[in-house]
């Protein structure tokens, strides 16, 4: 009997033994699991602090830059990185972010920012952001107008087109079309008036209040208006400052006393200057009939060479004159800009282009701004199929080509120059006045077109208007 106890009591024993044993395993991996869970609910913490630690790296650089355009050194002469400690509302250290800043390449706007987040509780734990800022330029359209605009039949635009004064588009818009007005009196015939944004290609616009009917076949993405207007005024360039600029570190020619100045470009940077001593006389009969102001025929007889020289460095050609430019550049970025001080609204400076301006690249490498004080012109005795590659701007005129059609009865005086093929604009159009490069009579170049240059919004030519003073983020990324 004694036996027979002793035994089950040492099955008992071996019982609690075995059931303690598998109480602490059980107990210990819920221990384990308990710290491991909470270290995860911890780091996640640690990591989510050192993500906004390192947003708030970008958002000072963000306003480091509102206040230092330019300092791309975070107020120092040295290299980065630069460190900050980043506090709570009390004040109290709770970790740092340490900036590594790209300047801008020449001739863009883009700042690169790395910045590294980290929290005092836990070094180890870190969050890298990269982000892209720029000041975009005034180059955001593939045409901007301050005036009433009309893209006849034969017209095809690859970009976002603008006018304060009301649009008509009887062509092919590819992006967005925007007017500054609600509607508008057409000024190429009588009538009511029409919406902002209208085409007269079959079925016309209903006039207003009728809302505009859906017209992909003239409008592919679409038209709106009324929209904000576009402060030419405020974007205008200063040629006074390119002219100063030019002076000191570019390129400049005083008046010509003659007809002006004609430039060729080069592709091995440099570029010949010839001084227009006698213009192209109209054949006799042609004359301007709709008594445009400076109408000719904008076009070299004679010239003398001047001289070959290298592409200024900071990119500027200030003309005191009228100008003619053709030619070709590679991995060159240039602002020519033509104006004749003091400011006289008889004596404008124009700019003309009667042969190719070309690229090689055209992936942002080349840029070309030619800002005229009056207008841009392509004149009479111009190629039948041209090519402009650049951002075209007439500061107080229009940018186009004169009406060259005249005589009695069949005859056209003007003939064959009145007619030309076709003429393409790869970049932007900014103009003042208005646009046009045909006329309702089929004269003028036949065939348009007008493809917008992307590389211009961030990457604009030297000294070209700007449609803000302050970085915008144009790119974001969570490397860490």
């Known amino acids: 009997m004694k036996n027979t106890i002793n035994r089950q009591s040492g099955q008992i024993t071996l019982y609690v033994l075995i059931f303690s044993a598998v109480s602490i395993i059980i107990l210990s991996g819920f221990v384990l699991w308990a710290d491991v869970n909470m270290r995860a609910v911890f780091r996640d913490s640690d990591k989510a602090q050192a993500f906004m630690t390192s947003e708030a790296g970008i958002e000072y650089y963000r306003w480091h830059l509102a206040h230092a355009q330019s300092d791309y050194k975070d107020g120092t002469s040295g290299a980065g990185p630069y460190v900050h400690q980043f506090r709570d509302k009390d004040g109290a250290i709770i970790g740092a972010f340490s900036l590594n800043i790209t300047a801008p390449p020449v001739g863009s706007t883009v700042v690169t920012l790395n910045s590294t987040g980290t929290v005092t509780i836990n070094p180890t734990v870190s969050k890298i952001i990269e982000a892209k ?62 919406i902002g944004v209208h085409t007269h290609v079959a079925p016309i616009d209903p006039l207003p209040p009728a809302p505009a009917p859906n017209r992909p076949d003239v409008f592919m993405v679409g038209r709106q208006y009324p929209v904000a207007q576009i402060d030419f005024a405020g974007i205008s360039q200063d040629l006074s400052t390119i002219k100063t600029n030019a002076q000191s570190g570019g390129f400049y020619r005083s008046p010509s006393n003659s007809g002006g100045y004609h430039i060729v470009l080069k592709t091995n940077d440099t570029f010949d200057l010839y001084k227009v001593t006698k213009t192209l006389k109209p054949p006799n ?82 840029v070309i701004s030619l800002i005229a004080q009056g207008n841009f012109n392509v004149g009479m005795y111009s190629s039948d199929i041209l090519r402009i590659d650049a951002a075209l701007i007439a500061q107080n005129g ?25 003429i393409t604009l790869y970049g932007m159009i900014s103009s003042n006045e ?30 070209f208007p700007q449609t803000a003073d302050f970085y915008t983020p144009i790119f974001w990324n969570e490397l860490k």
């Open 398 to 422: 229009r940018v186009g080509r004169y009406y060259y059609k005249s005589g009695s009865g069949n005859q056209n005086r003007c003939s064959p120059y009145d007619t030309r093929q076709k």
């Open 285 to 366: 009969g042609c004359v301007t009939v709709l008594g445009e102001q400076d109408w000719d025929t904008w076009t070299i007889q004679t010239e003398t060479l001047l001289g070959t020289y290298a592409f200024p460095a900071n990119g500027l050609i200030f003309i005191e004159d009228n100008v003619w430019v053709e030619g070709q550049i590679n991995t060159a970025r240039l602002t020519i800009a033509a104006a004749n001080f003091p400011e006289n609204k008889t004596k404008y400076a124009h700019i003309t282009v009667n042969n190719d301006l070309l690229y090689s690249n055209y992936d942002g490498q080349d």
């Open 133 to 194: 800022m720029a000041i975009p330029s005034f180059a955001k359209y593939a045409v901007a107008v301050n005036d009433f605009v009309w893209f006849d039949v034969g017209t095809e635009i690859f970009g976002p087109i603008h006018s304060n004064g009301g649009v008509r588009v009887d062509g092919l818009a590819h992006n967005l079309v925007t007017s500054g007005v609600a509607t508008v009196n057409d000024p190429n015939h009588s009538g009511q008036a029409e």
């Open 434 to 463: 208005g646009y046009g490069f045909s006329y309702s009579d089929f004269t003028g170049y036949v065939t348009r077109i007008i493809i917008f240059d992307p590389n211009f919004l961030y990457g604009p030519p030297p000294s």
